[in-house]
C-alpha cells in the first residue's frame, strides 16, 4: 500500500509500497525513527485512514469498500490498540476499559478472564 499526504507540489510520500502479513498469535513491533512512516502504517492497519494506493486486508477480508459503519463495526469485532497516551475514560479502572468494547459486543460472561489475561501479557497486570 501507498500514502501520499497532500496535493500536486507539497505531495509527501509516507509509505511506499509496503506489503507485509502477520499470522495469527505473532507479536509484531513496529519501530524506526520520527517521520519514518510508523503512525501512517498503523493508522492504515487501525482503518483509521485510507491509503492512496493499494488496500488493506484483515483476516483475509478486503477492508477498502467499507461504509463508515461498517468500518466501525469491523474495528470493535476485529481490532485492538494500545496507544501511547492513555485515551481511557477517567471514570472508569484500567479493567474497566478494557472490559468495555467487549461489553458492548458479547457476552460479558467469560470476558473478565480474558481481559485479565491480556492486561497481564502486556504488562499491567499490577492496575487490577
Known amino acids: ?6 496535493e500536486a ?7 511506499d509500497n509496503v506489503s507485509f502479513s502477520v499470522k495469527k498469535g505473532e507479536f509484531v513491533l513496529v519501530i524506526g525513527s520520527s517521520g519514518s512512516g ?5 493508522n492504515m492497519i487501525g482503518l483509521l485512514d485510507h ?7 484483515i483476516d483475509g477480508f478486503d477492508t477498502s469498500n ?17 496507544f501511547q ?6 471514570d472508569l479502572t484500567v479493567l474497566e476499559n478494557v472490559l468495555l468494547p467487549s461489553q458492548i459486543q458479547f457476552d460479558s460472561s467469560n470476558i473478565l478472564d480474558k481481559a485479565k ?3 497481564e501479557q502486556v504488562g499491567l497486570g499490577d492496575q487490577l
Open 1 to 6: 500500500m501507498t500514502k501520499i499526504y497532500g
Open 9 to 15: 507540489d507539497t505531495q509527501v510520500l509516507a509509505l
Open 38 to 42: 510508523k503512525s501512517t502504517l498503523l
Open 51 to 57: 491509503p492512496t494506493q493499494g488496500k488493506v486486508m
Open 66 to 82: 467499507l461504509t463508515d459503519n461498517e468500518v466501525s463495526e469491523f474495528r470493535n469485532e476485529k481490532l485492538g490498540f494500545v
Open 85 to 90: 497516551f492513555a485515551n481511557l475514560l477517567a
Open 117 to 119: 489475561m491480556i492486561l
